[in-house]
């Protein structure tokens, strides 16, 4: 920290009042918003001095050329430190969830600036290399100068090995592997030198005054101009209908025209490709992060992928790859029992708890006996577990059911995402919040440990008859963490036991029986 403070007061001759954290992204680096006299600027922590000089020196390539990047005003000796311009901190992710409409459209103005924003692409891609010579240029990037066949394969294998074989897909390793050989040659058979961002997609675009930002430019590299395109229409969490994408593939030819003339139907053809790469790519990563580490966000998110597959296939984009299309058919079938089987599960806990909630009538008839015994015990049915959040300035919940047992956890050891500004008009049960909250980690590792506490005690209290529990959580301002932590273990004690919830957020008045 005092290093910031040094740099700080060397480029502005002020004394920061303020250093406040930044919700951090997918690496180590670690950013601050830094105040004082002077004016705001964002701080930046690296741990690898390569990866810190790829942002700084692309960034003055593309201030040279004119494009909407932060500007590098200060860099330590050791270049391990560097201040930067603050573009605020409404990302174009939360400014389509403030947009984005109640049938979960986008409004006119919300596609208005994703036009101005894909248009912006072809420019990043092209004009940068005019003024200097390729190799001049791709030297600095970081870690690596291009995205190379081997690069394609690594990704293929993550599909591989981090999703299918995680979820129990059956496959011949050697036929697919072919199909694999195939399209990394597919992918990698016109090679320009054009800049590949790498990560271009709505968390890495902040609006300031309304005008588009781009950040987090560090991992860019030469790379066919098609990936962006893909990566930025078929990021999952953006939700984008195909009307929207057709509309965007649109704006960006157009403005690809100076640079590359070519027709839609071209670009189609080698863009298909890529989409379905991104795909896999991204099954990869939830087949990782959902599969393996149990993170819920990316668990749910599979079967947008899955069904983003699908319509590939129904494409024809893998007809060159017969073999992959045959294992990706059975990993749709797959996923269509599971849904099935889910549903038929939900039904089935339905039907048990209207039988239990008429227990007399239903056991006096034999309906819930299995070989002369009760399937269920009636005083599992009884249990009601209330769940709250809350603001602590408010005061605790009263147990109005004179148990006087149950827990309130504090949810203020995490981080807190109402610290900025992009999520105070938002609660726990918004997308962004919950993706800080999931990115971050504490909540998730925080919650695991409550999980455990409150399976025991709903289990015991099931066993001994006792008719109520209650559960609270809160945090400061009973919006952001005590929402989505009592969200999520409500959620989670519906699944996994016949019981009765009943959900409170009493801050923000909404109120849920989930049964």
Known sequence: MER???????????????????AGAGSNRRYFRVKGEGESLIAVIGTNKEENEAFIDLAQRFRDGDLPVPAVLAVSEDRMVYLQEDCGDV??????????????????MALDVLKAIIRELPRFQFQPIVSQTADKFFNHCFPQREMDRMSVMFDLNYFKYCFLKLKGVEFNEFRLQQDFERLADDLMMEQEDTFLYRDFQSRNVMLKNGCPYFIDFQGGRRGPIYYDVASFLWQSSAKFSDAVREQLIDEYLAALQPFKPMSKSDFLHKFRLFVLFRILQ???AYGYRGLWEEKEYFTNSIPLAISNLQKELSLGTCKSYPYLAEVARSLIALNAEEEKSRVEEAEKKAKVATYLQNDATYISHGILAVEGEISKSPKAASLVVN???????????????GNGGGYVFDCRSTHNPGRYDEYKPLTGLDQPVIDFLEADGEILTFLESVDRLVDFHVARFQERGFTHLQISFGCTGGRHRSVYCAQHVAEHIHQKFDVEVHLCHREQNITQVLK
């Open 387 to 401: 769940v709250f959040s809350f603001s602590f300035k408010k005061g605790i919940p009263a147990d109005e059911s």
């Open 91 to 108: 990302s174009l992710y939360s400014f389509m969830a403030q947009h984005r409409q109640a049938d979960g459209t986008l409004d006119a």
């Open 4 to 22: 910031i403070v040094q740099l700080y007061q060397r480029l502005t001759d002020c004394e920061p009042q303020d250093i406040v954290p930044l």
């Open 282 to 284: 991204v099954l990869g």
